[in-house]
């Protein structure tokens, strides 16, 4: 079992719709847990981080995690074409110094 | 000017040469990544430093080796470089301190191919 996994996509979405991306981690006893979205070619750029339970928003992005479930989700309101990226999900397990990073979800929105 | 850069951008090398692969930051941070990425497969954390003194591999380090000559620089390099070590390589960087530690910066990262 991988220890951050996340469906590969593509998710299409129209133009205006919530796209929901989630992700899934192993370790029960993580701490941090991060949103990153790249576009082809370019680096990762934070989208959003969460901490604890619940959800977390930020304009148009809300993240949503539920450690007794171990998975963390991104929605996206209003999908806009801009938003077609592969968005990574990352997170800190428990006595682990560094982040691990999901392999990613390709976001496709349709005009 | 970039808070994190990368040297070279792109780079194209032969089997068997050796090649580093340079990384600078001006945010100040302690802490410094180095991670590949190929397609499909996200990110991989190859070597990460928490100080010039504190230095540790990843999940794939074998063919690889750091050195962290700074606070501010953190580089990586390819003894013998070898075709499956094509990839785009990514330099972050992260501050222990404050309510957004663990959080990653990215720098733009180097395209590296090998023939």
């Known amino acids: 079992q991988k220890e951050v996994e996340q469906n590969s996509g593509p998710l299409s979405v129209p133009e205006g719709a919530i796209a929901s991306l989630n992700c899934t981690y192993s370790?029960?006893?993580?701490?941090?847990f991060f949103w990153y979205r790249q576009y082809s070619g370019k680096s990762p750029e934070l989208i959003m981080s969460?901490?604890?339970?619940g959800d977390k928003e930020d304009g148009r992005f809300t993240a949503q995690l539920n450690k007794a479930s171990q998975y963390v989700s991104l929605l996206i309101r209003d999908s806009q074409p801009s938003d077609s990226a592969t968005y990574l999900c990352?997170?800190?397990?428990?006595?682990?110094?560094?982040?691990?990073f999901g392999s990613g979800t390709r976001l496709q929105v349709q005009p | 000017d970039a808070d994190v850069t990368q040297t070279p951008r792109n780079r194209i090398t032969k089997t068997g040469k050796r090649i580093m692969l340079e990384c600078s930051q001006t945010?100040?941070?302690?802490?410094m990544y180095w991670y590949r990425q190929d397609p499909g497969l996200g990110l991989r954390l190859i070597y990460y430093?928490?100080?010039?003194?504190?230095?540790n591999k990843g999940e794939i380090s074998d063919g690889y080796s750091v050195s962290r000559q700074a606070q501010a620089k953190f580089s990586l390099s390819l003894e013998s470089a070898i075709p499956n070590q094509t990839a785009l390589y990514f330099c972050?960087?992260?501050?222990?301190?404050?309510?957004?530690?663990?959080?990653?910066?990215f720098g733009p990262g180097t395209r590296l191919t090998v023939l």
């Open positions: 990352a997170v800190r397990g428990s006595g682990r110094r560094a982040l691990t």
């Open positions: 969460i901490y604890s339970n």
């Open positions: 972050a960087t992260s501050d222990p301190s404050g309510i957004n530690t663990d959080t990653q910066y």
């Open positions: 430093s928490f100080d010039v003194k504190d230095i």
């Open positions: 945010k100040g941070h302690d802490r």
């Open positions: 370790d029960r006893g993580s701490q941090s």
